[in-house]
């Protein structure tokens, strides 16, 4: 069975362009969510959908960050315009939903210049 | 403010010993606690999940959770170089997403 899949793995950019990060789920997994790694902050949860909606963005840093989930199969994570700091490795994760196993993507590292 | 706590380590492990690693946290309302095991540039790898008091026990792994002493810990046997890595504690607690430690690494020695 496929796991996560995420695209791309790798992201160099420029300051002040947007950059945009793709996910697709575990099939029949209803929760999907998007986390954030650096080495000063470890793994933070960003924002989380179940059943395609948003219900907690509580982490997305700022207004520059925007995360959709237009289907079962497909979410999007959106920065714009990207700054020097945003620069991490974004996973994606997804469950069954509630409070169960969570299995993650093989990550996408944002380089931004 | 949600925190859960680990020893960031390295822990040194002969190999074929067992390896403890441990975990606290901060949120007493806490349902779900997981251990993922993350190699050096690789995703987290969900190794292990607890629910409910006392120990699981999947293979080499035992899990053990305390939650009057808001403790969770991971009993590795007969350590391997392969399980040389960093395991992170990770817990749910009001909400769904998971709440991370920062991480122990893991040194087995040959």
């Known amino acids: 069975d496929a796991g996560v899949i995420q695209s791309p793995r790798h992201e160099v950019t420029e300051m002040g362009q947007e950059v945009t990060l793709r996910c697709k789920p575990i099939?029949?997994?209803?929760?999907l969510f998007w986390y954030r790694q650096t080495m000063m902050r470890g793994l933070e949860l960003l924002i989380y959908?179940?059943?395609?909606?948003?219900?907690?963005d509580s982490g997305m840093p700022e207004d520059r960050f925007s995360a959709k989930m237009p289907n079962a199969s497909f979410s999007t994570l959106k920065i714009q315009p990207s700054e020097p700091r945003d620069s991490a490795v974004y996973f994606c994760?997804?469950?069954?939903?509630?409070?169960?196993?969570?299995?993650f993507g093989p990550g996408t590292r944002l380089t931004v210049t | 403010q949600k925190e859960v706590e680990q020893n960031s380590g390295p822990l040194s492990v002969p190999e074929g010993a067992i390896a403890s690693l441990n975990c606290t946290y901060s949120?007493?309302?806490?349902?779900?606690f997981f251990w993922y095991r993350q190699y050096s540039g690789k995703s987290p790898e969900l190794i292990m999940s607890?629910?409910?008091?006392g120990d699981k026990e999947d293979g080499r792994f035992t899990a053990q959770l305390n939650k009057a002493s808001q403790y969770v810990s991971l009993l590795i046997r007969d350590s391997q170089p392969s399980d040389s890595a960093t395991y992170l504690c990770?817990?749910?607690?009001?909400?769904?997403?998971?709440?991370f430690g920062k991480g122990t690494h893991l040194i087995i020695q040959p």
């Open positions: 994760a997804s469950s069954l939903g509630g409070r169960t196993e969570q299995y």
């Open positions: 099939s029949g997994h209803n929760s």
């Open positions: 959908f179940n059943n395609n909606v948003p219900i907690d």
């Open positions: 949120d007493r309302g806490s349902q779900s």
């Open positions: 607890i629910y409910s008091n």
């Open positions: 990770a817990v749910i607690g009001g909400a769904d997403g998971l709440t």
